[in-house]
């Protein structure tokens, strides 16, 4: 029968090793994420925020339990499975935008469809197509130096939904921005996920970021706390 969620983790622990001192970072989480849910992640520094993010991404490997992504258990994949399945499914965003200098927007945008052999004629329409979502046409040709921090996020977001994933991860994606730009990305992120229906998890500090999630689960010490339905 095939998976109805598009998350689901079991018994969830993440152990690092730094000498002989272990750092527990995650403490059996298990909860479901559904498909098209908008899902924030709160709680102080150092809680194990980032750390479910990239487990259960795949990026990172649980120490034991297991996530389970549209049914598929990430254990049973190995590395090279998992990043095709990642390049294939999710999209990431990161607080840092990790756009390539060198490029322009539609080409840092287009990159992961090219890298995908998808033709260069389909990639820079859909390239486009997405930089005009994020309100950003007539910038197509401008590299990243010559964009505002918020532009360069919205570039970011562009090129994570352009393989239109079935998930979004997006890490802190507001931390580089004033309260203003902030606030625009996260109605671009909500009208997104509204409009495509993409599963989103993001991770935040930023309230007014948490508020336009469907659910908030705050974390502390490796574990969900408590959780809360925005509206």
């Known amino acids: ?27 059996g989480v298990s909860l479901t994420i559904p498909r098209g849910e908008m899902v924030a992640i709160m709680g102080p520094s150092g809680c194990g925020k980032t750390t479910l993010l990239n487990c259960f991404s795949g990026l990172d490997d649980l120490t034991s339990g297991d996530v389970y992504i549209e049914g598929t258990s990430l254990a049973s994949m190995g590395d090279d499975a998992k990043s095709r399945y990642r390049s294939r ?16 927007a539609a080409e840092n945008v287009e990159l992961p469809l090219l890298v995908a052999r998808v033709s260069s004629k389909e990639a820079r329409r859909r390239a486009l197509g997405l930089l005009e979502a994020v309100d950003l046409k007539g910038w197509e040709g401008h590299k990243p130096a010559q964009l505002s921090a918020g532009q360069q996020q919205r570039v970011a977001i562009a090129r994570a939904l352009v393989n239109d994933p079935a998930i979004v ?9 004033d309260s203003e730009t902030s606030a625009e990305i996260v109605e671009i992120l909500a009208r997104l996920n509204r409009e495509q229906r993409q599963t989103l998890v993001l991770v935040t500090h930023d309230a007014t970021v948490s508020s336009r999630a469907h659910r908030i689960l705050h974390m502390r010490n490796g574990r969900i706390e408590r959780e809360a339905r925005s509206g």
């Open 89 to 104: 499914r999710m999209g990431f965003v990161f607080q840092s935008y990790n756009l390539l200098p060198v490029l322009t």
């Open 169 to 177: 991860w997006a890490d802190e994606p507001t931390g580089n921005l």
């Open 1 to 27: 029968m095939a998976d109805a969620s598009m998350v689901r983790a079991v018994d969830a622990h993440k152990v690092y090793n730094s000498g002989a001192v272990e750092v527990h970072a995650l403490r």
